[in-house]
């Protein structure tokens, strides 16, 4: 059995995250070959045999390993990436791809987007085979490639090409989901359950070019000034998925009168932006929960300095609510933010179910609360998107599970893509400890 100085790697997540986060896997161009073949070597050189590489390009493979059950309880499904976004222009005070533990926090690009994830996953799983945890239906480990640029060498080739391997399973945990924050003294551990679809959308503004040296009002600049104003000025309209009302109503019944108020008024669509504006910066986290959501991301027009541009693109980063169509999506947005002389065409959409289903919720909340007798779990609509869209077209439902127990004062979504990414020690150990009590449990009517 592979050890570190601490005994089995599998009792040192910490560890394992250290070496992940040293493999510098920037997406792009991702280069997640030797990071996914650390990984497969640690597992062969603990006994897990049943451990396949499947790549459509070779520097950006895939892993899937598998621990057999009993049988008696479907396949089971944990999967997460290794790949990162970039660092460039951001101000790090350590090495984003040192891998240090200074301060009881593990640093680097990944500690939680989401090597740490993979790190706490990776030491359940050598745990359940070094231990012979009594696994009800077998396990399955995915470790992916591509998932900052939408999955396509990952999770979707592998469900598009490869779907056999994942014959079978209902259910599945990945990001994200399961880290620690207090609201009114109490402490919420969400699991995400679902998740917004990406909808991007290319805007072509149309004018009439000109010489830049005479001045124009209507042009395709002035177009494109009024449509990026409006879209930082104009509130799609509100609506109450199934998803945000299970956060909501979790939340809102754990805590005080006031607050429990303010949350269950955002649930009734003509008081919701009023709530939203009483709870100031605390509404951030609702928002885009309750609506659809747009953002001008990147900018094509012009030629030359001294020529109006006849055409100018933008592209858009959408995200729609569970159960939009794209159609509904592009309706609201000419009714509420868009002239109807930009054309409005859709780039990529990747849909999501509409609603999720609970079944394996309670156990996962059974595990936080067995964890951490302070735990309140919730469910959670997540804002943005991650490979759970994949897996869902093969009916599996995800949860995003990655339990860490959190200091009060980190503000965890605000380090995640962000200069000193860092994650607790103490964070990971905790995560790999519930992911394996997941997995022992999994399945078992009797616990």
Same mark, same amino acid.
């Given at each position: 059995m592979?050890?570190?100085?601490?005994?089995?790697?599998?009792e040192?997540?910490?560890?394992?995250?250290?070496?992940?986060?040293?493999?510098?896997?920037t997406?792009? $161009?991702?280069?997640?070959r030797?990071?996914?073949?650390?990984?497969?070597?640690?597992l062969?050189?603990?006994?897990?045999? %049943?451990?396949?590489i499947?790549?459509?390009e070779?520097? !950006?493979?895939?892993?899937?390993?598998?621990?057999? &059950?009993?049988?008696d309880?479907? +396949?089971?499904?944990?999967?997460?990436? /290794?790949?990162?976004?970039?660092?460039?222009?951001?101000?790090?005070? !350590?090495?984003?791809?040192? &891998?240090?533990?200074?301060? &009881? #926090?593990?640093?680097?690009?990944?500690?939680l987007?989401?090597?740490?994830?993979?790190?706490?996953?990776?030491?359940?799983?050598?745990?359940?085979?070094?231990?012979?945890?009594?696994l009800?239906?077998?396990?399955?480990?995915?470790? /992916?490639?591509d998932?900052?640029?939408g999955?396509?060498?990952?999770?979707?080739?592998?469900?598009?090409?490869?779907?056999?391997?994942?014959?079978g399973?209902?259910?599945?945990?990945? @990001?994200?989901?399961? *880290?620690? *924050?207090?609201v009114?003294?109490?402490k919420?551990? $969400?699991?995400?359950?679902?998740?917004?679809?990406?909808?991007?959308l290319?805007?072509?503004? !149309?004018g009439?070019?000109?010489?830049?040296?005479?001045?124009q009002?209507?042009?395709?600049?002035?177009?494109?000034?009024?449509?990026?104003?409006?879209?930082?000025?104009?509130k799609? +309209?509100?609506? /109450?998925?199934p998803?945000?009302?299970?956060?909501?109503?979790?939340m809102?019944?754990?805590l005080?009168?006031? +607050?429990?108020?303010?949350?269950?008024?955002?649930l009734?669509?003509r008081?919701s932006?009023?709530?939203?504006?009483?709870?100031? %910066?605390?509404?951030?986290?609702?928002?885009p929960?309750?609506?659809?959501t747009?953002?001008a991301?990147?900018?094509?027009?012009?030629?030359?300095?001294?020529?109006?541009?006849?055409?100018?693109?933008?592209?858009?980063?959408?995200?729609?609510?569970?159960g939009?169509?794209?159609?509904?999506?592009?309706? @609201?947005?000419?009714?509420?933010?868009?002239?109807?002389?930009?054309?409005?065409?859709?780039? !990529?959409?990747?849909?999501c179910?509409?609603?999720?289903?609970?079944?394996?919720?309670?156990?996962?909340?059974?595990?936080?609360?067995?964890?951490?007798?302070?735990?309140? $779990?919730?469910?959670?609509?997540?804002?943005?998107?991650?490979?759970?869209?994949?897996f869902?077209?093969?009916?599996?439902?995800? #949860?995003?599970?990655?339990?860490?127990?959190l200091?009060?004062?980190?503000?965890?979504? @605000?380090?995640?893509?962000a200069?000193?990414?860092r994650?607790?020690?103490?964070?990971?150990?905790?995560?790999?400890?519930?992911?394996?009590?997941?997995?022992a449990?999994?399945?078992?009517?009797r616990?």
């Open positions: 592979i050890s570190s100085l601490d005994g089995p790697i599998y040192s997540p910490q560890y394992l995250l250290q070496q992940l986060i040293r493999f510098n896997t997406n792009p $161009p991702g280069n997640e030797d990071c996914i073949y650390f990984i497969r070597d640690l062969l050189e603990s006994g897990i045999s %049943d451990t396949i499947i790549a459509q070779e520097h !950006r493979p895939n892993l899937i390993a598998r621990l057999k &059950g009993c049988g309880a479907p +396949p089971f499904l944990m999967y997460g990436h /290794v790949d990162v976004v970039g660092v460039e222009k951001q101000a790090w005070s !350590r090495d984003p791809f040192g &891998g240090e533990i200074i301060d &009881g #926090y593990v640093w680097g690009r990944g500690s987007d989401m090597k740490g994830g993979v790190a706490m996953m990776l030491a359940a799983f050598l745990r359940a085979h070094a231990e012979k945890t009594a009800q239906g077998d396990m399955i480990l995915a470790i /992916v490639s998932e900052e640029a999955g396509d060498l990952g999770a979707s080739y592998l469900v598009k090409h490869h779907s056999y391997l994942f014959a399973v209902n259910y599945a945990i990945g @990001e994200f989901g399961g *880290f620690s *924050f207090q009114s003294g109490q919420f551990y $969400p699991i995400m359950v679902a998740e917004k679809q990406i909808c991007f290319r805007a072509t503004v !149309r009439g070019g000109g010489h830049g040296s005479l001045g009002n209507e042009g395709s600049m002035a177009q494109l000034a009024y449509m990026l104003g409006a879209l930082n000025k104009v799609l +309209p509100i609506h /109450v998925t998803a945000a009302s299970y956060m909501i109503q979790s809102a019944s754990a005080p009168l006031l +607050p429990r108020l303010l949350l269950k008024g955002l009734r669509p008081l932006n009023l709530m939203l504006r009483i709870m100031g %910066d605390k509404g951030k986290l609702f928002q929960l309750l609506r659809n747009i953002s991301t990147i900018v094509h027009g012009g030629e030359k300095i001294n020529v109006h541009p006849s055409e100018i693109i933008v592209e858009m980063d959408g995200r729609m609510l569970p939009f169509t794209p159609e509904q999506f592009i309706a @609201e947005l000419y009714d509420h933010a868009i002239k109807h002389q930009i054309t409005l065409e859709v780039i !990529r959409h990747d849909p179910p509409e609603s999720p289903e609970m079944e394996l919720f309670e156990l996962l909340s059974d595990v936080l609360k067995k964890a951490d007798e302070a735990a309140v $779990p919730i469910p959670m609509l997540l804002p943005g998107g991650t490979d759970a869209r994949h869902s077209t093969l009916g599996i439902q995800t #949860y995003g599970f990655l339990p860490m127990t200091p009060e004062d980190m503000n965890f979504s @605000e380090l995640i893509h200069a000193d990414e994650v607790p020690v103490v964070a990971i150990r905790f995560g790999a400890k519930a992911i394996h009590e997941v997995m449990r999994y399945g078992n009517s616990l």
